[in-house]
């Protein structure tokens, strides 16, 4: 299959970047990845610049690809990383753009790469539960209803990506954050700390320049995860609750 | 090369209480006067770097990654082994212990494996104590499942993610510690070479892969957490960046490389679909609980759709080779058996460089048999994930699958404190060699990443650091401008190349040799082959490859060409010891020692022992030593699956 592509060259974060169209010849069994790495073979064969891209385990857990493709963060099918989407899904002769994340938070870095370290800084303000190694209870001293354990595993599954945040007209990364309350709020191990974690981890969301929730919902629609908008929703409700408690 | 494993006295069950005991502390108020630094943050680099910290050491934890939380642990599937015995069914610590020294074909040191069963249950506390939503049962307890390799069930679980959940634990811990201010992390940085001052390890240099800067960093000890280096076969279900770079810098540096040709070659993966193929996807092995493994019978039906090949014409050739067993053979066997008949021009699907190296696993039997629904309550996320890669729904056409390589046994030689021959220098998780033997069982390559981390190494390098280690000094000192000098001439060298290949297809053709040569199979002949093309690929390099871009800059294929060149000595390095090993045990399948079943033939007379390489130069072959295993608490026995 032959394909018109444009795609995001930028040097580095202080230079502009623009569209660059590219003519490739791919195969309908490649992953999107690979038809990249072919065109990246020929670019290098013809002496030109590749394309730099984010991209590790190419089997949609990592959480380092990142393109945003034809607009869509992840591309075309739902609950599916970049790497995991595969050129059947685009008819012969098709136009495709690709973009990087498109956020204030997200520096570019080169091309298709940016700087999600922000995601990083968010979790070090409270993401956890504060037990020493060694100084665990036995593993069935707490009871976990089985109900519980999975829904906690749903916000847990999060691949700390970046497409909500890319997807969102407000660049909010509520969804990663609210995952990550949600799945400590859950759990028997996660109260003591629940309050404070909840507030210290808006207050480094904020300080991050992600913008606020305005209930749009496509950061649920491009999650390849499949995680749920409730999620925000619990985090409003922790952030409340420590408004209430006082520990906000 | 000295090779002590410093082995406790004393019988197997107290060995690892009493070292504890005899191990020599640091004060607490001198912790955090000591730096350390920990290369890789997957499950055993972010365990050990957190506890480090917890303890109050002064950590510096690098990663090539742009987080921490995206290592290569995190894909690991299905669960991880704990003695806890939660299931009334007869398991101890005893059993985990005997199970891996028996599944890793005897070839792993007893003392390190019976101290990895007894920390195995207190890795699930600590895991679940981080809020890791593992199953339960609808009482609330752990859930467990069976894996191969073992008749009790003992594997926790997280859905099918559970190296996920397990190292966005051990990330959280480690971001706990970074918030505390104890630990300083780098991300996006690659180490490039260790920097030794006096024969110890005491620093590293590193590339800052955002900037290109190459740079020193001192310390009082290092940590090497790198994982393993499947990626020499170029397709492999590893990680793209996953790579052997640090682990063959330390040997070029004096460090023991053991057993080196130990690899796992997982059967069910999803096959190559053409020659762009840029990795492998694992199929968890469950699958064949419920699929048939076939084939077609004869030459003049290859090539055509399944469903135009009668049931006459199929060869189930694992329920025929292995009546009771059949389609559930152990890995290594199912492997070598699927290689054969492939071999053998009875391979499925596509086509790739002439071959078709495939085979069936047919659900057809299991879904008239059991119902579509039960099929899929079982296999769905599976069945999902085959159908996003192969574009064919599994519930209709039969699944292709075929053996990939999956994990690598062999690592940096340590003793049973985890220090490797280079004093400081400590090495955990895929990155050692220890514990798992000439093969790996499943669910168990989790436990050894955290047991290291969490509950050996903090220990033991408390040991090192009031007994051997001597003397504070920074980058000043000149060994560490010596080595960054070495590495910006590398570099220089690696971008004056003015081939047009790309180094993505040097890769490849160094894997083409190294599967068909040092694969599922090894034969002297095939090895001998391989060790003529390895040099003279190696010399084509230099001429044929390009390396795009400069220095100065994020350069994601000078990144790449550096670990290609490494790979390409150290592919050398396997085949050696694949050649020297004359015996076949666990997934090293010499095909000259055999039954004529096809079964694999020790030779505990000769091999009994873990063999060590110590690098002698570029231009001299490397010394061989070897570490002799003793057994004194199992008896050694012949697998058998007949």
């Known amino acids: 299959m032959r394909l018109q592509l444009h795609i995001w060259r930028q040097k580095n974060s202080r230079e502009p970047g623009r569209l660059v169209p590219y003519a490739v010849q791919a195969d309908e ?3 999107f990845l690979e038809m990249l790495d072919v065109l990246n073979a020929e670019l290098i064969r013809k002496g030109e610049d590749p394309i730099a891209f984010d991209h590790d385990c190419r089997e949609g857990i990592c959480g380092a690809c990142s393109l945003v493709i034809d607009g869509v963060p992840h591309g075309p099918r739902a609950a599916t990383t970049t790497c995991q989407i595969h050129m059947r899904e685009f008819p012969d002769g098709a136009e495709i753009t690709i973009e990087p994340w498109r956020a204030y938070a997200f520096p570019v870095v080169k091309d298709l790469m940016v700087d999600r370290s922000a995601l990083d800084r968010i979790i ?9 190694t060694g100084a665990a209870p036995d593993a069935n001293a707490i009871p976990i209803g089985k109900n519980t354990a999975e829904k906690a595993f749903d916000y847990a599954a999060c691949i700390g990506c970046g497409a909500c945040v890319a997807a969102c007209p407000n660049a909010s990364a509520m969804l990663f954050v609210g995952a990550k309350v949600s799945h400590l709020a859950l759990l028997p191990q996660g109260q003591v700390e629940r309050t404070a974690r909840a507030s210290r981890m808006i207050a480094a969301m904020d300080a991050e320049s992600f913008g606020g929730c305005s209930n749009h919902g496509e950061c649920e629609a491009v999650c390849p995860k499949s995680i749920s908008l409730d999620a925000i929703a619990k985090l409003n409700r922790e952030f409340m609750r420590a408004v209430a408690t006082g520990e906000s | 090369m000295q090779l002590d494993a410093k082995l406790p006295s004393g019988p197997l069950r107290e060995k690892w209480d009493k070292h504890r005991f005899e191990l020599k502390l640091v004060n607490p108020a001198n912790k955090r006067k000591y730096r350390i630094i920990v290369v890789g943050s997957g499950l055993a680099g972010s ?6 910290a917890e303890l109050g050491y002064d950590v510096d934890c690098f990663c090539i990654q742009d987080s921490p939380r995206r290592a290569h642990s995190i894909a690991a599937q299905g669960g991880i082994n704990a003695a806890k015995n939660h299931q009334n069914d007869g398991d101890s610590i005893w059993r985990l212990f005997y199970d891996t020294v028996k599944g890793g074909d005897f070839r792993a040191r007893e003392a390190n494996v019976y101290r990895l069963a007894q920390i195995s249950v207190d890795i699930i506390d600590q895991c679940v104590a981080q809020g890791v939503p593992f199953a339960r049962e609808y009482g609330g307890m752990l859930d467990n499942r069976s894996f191969g390799g073992a008749q009790v069930s003992r594997t926790f679980y997280a859905r099918g993610q559970t190296g996920q959940q397990l190292l966005l634990g051990a990330y959280s811990a480690l971001m706990r510690m970074v918030d505390a201010g104890k630990v300083r992390m780098h991300v996006r940085h690659e180490m490039l070479d260790l920097v030794l001052v006096d024969g110890h390890a005491r620093g590293i240099v590193t590339r800052d892969l955002l900037t290109g800067e190459i740079g020193p960093w001192a310390a009082d000890a290092v ?5 393993g280096y499947g990626n020499v076969f170029y397709l492999s279900t590893n990680a793209k960046a996953s790579n052997v770079t640090a682990a063959f810098r330390c040997y070029k540096r004096g460090a023991g490389f053991a057993n080196p040709c130990f690899t796992q070659i997982h059967p069910t993966c999803i096959p190559q679909s053409g020659n762009y193929q840029s990795k492998l996807t694992l199929m968890s092995e469950s699958l064949r609980n419920d699929g048939r493994v076939w084939v077609p019978r004869r030459l003049e039906l290859v090539g055509r759709k399944p469903s135009e090949i009668p049931e006459t014409d199929r060869y189930y050739y ?3 080779r292995y009546p009771s067993f059949g389609n559930l053979v152990p890995r290594d066997v199912a492997s070598r058996a699927a290689k054969k008949v492939c071999d053998d021009g009875l391979g499925v699907g596509i086509a790739v460089g002439g071959r078709r190296n495939a085979v069936y696993l047919d659900f057809a039997d299991s879904i008239t048999r059991l119902g579509r629904k039960v099929i899929s309550d079982r296999y769905a996320n599976l069945f999902d994930m085959y159908e996003r890669i192969a574009g064919e729904s599994p519930y209709e056409v039969p699944m292709r699958i075929y053996p990939a390589v999956h994990y690598t046994m062999g690592g940096l030689w ?18 050692n060699f220890s514990d798992h033997g000439a093969n790996r069982l499943g669910a168990s390559a989790l436990m050894q990443g955290l047991a290291d981390g969490y509950f050996v ?3 033991t390098i408390g040991h090192y650091l009031s007994t051997m280690h001597k003397g504070k000094f920074g980058v000043e000192r000149p060994e560490f401008a010596e080595v960054v000098r070495q590495q910006q001439a590398q570099t220089r060298r690696l971008l004056a190349l003015k081939g047009q290949r790309p180094v993505d297809d040097i890769h490849r053709e160094l894997g083409r040799i190294m599967w068909d040569y040092c694969g599922m199979g090894r034969n002297g002949d095939g090895l001998r082959k391989a060790l003529a093309a390895i040099p003279e690929l190696r010399e084509r390099f230099w001429t044929e490859a390009s390396v795009p871009g400069s220095g100065e800059e994020t350069n994601p294929w000078l990144e790449h060409a550096g670990r290609v060149v490494d790979f390409l000595q150290f592919a050398e390095l396997m085949c ?13 399948f010499r095909e000259e020692h055999q039954t004529p079943e096809g079964e694999a033939v020790r030779d505990d007379e000769r091999f009994c022992h873990v063999t060590v390489w110590e690098d002698r130069g570029d231009d001299a072959a490397p010394a061989q030593h070897r570490e002799p295993l003793t057994f004194e608490n199992v008896k050694l026995a012949t697998r058998s699956y007949k």
């Open chain 2, 47 to 52: 365990s050990a770097a957190a506890s480090l």
């Open chain 1, 124 to 132: 070090a303000a409270g993401g956890y539960v504060s037990v020493r």
């Open chain 2, 457 to 459: 190494l903090p220990y």
């Open chain 1, 29 to 31: 069994h490649m992953s």
């Open chain 2, 576 to 588: 050696i010891d694949a050649l020297e090993r004359d015996e076949s045990c666990g997934g090293h």
């Open chain 2, 318 to 320: 694992l329920e025929e």
């Open chain 2, 223 to 227: 940590v090497l957490c790198t994982g």
């Open chain 2, 414 to 431: 340590v003793d049973y404190n985890l220090m490797s021959t280079i004093p400081g220098l400590h090495v955990l998780g895929e990155a």
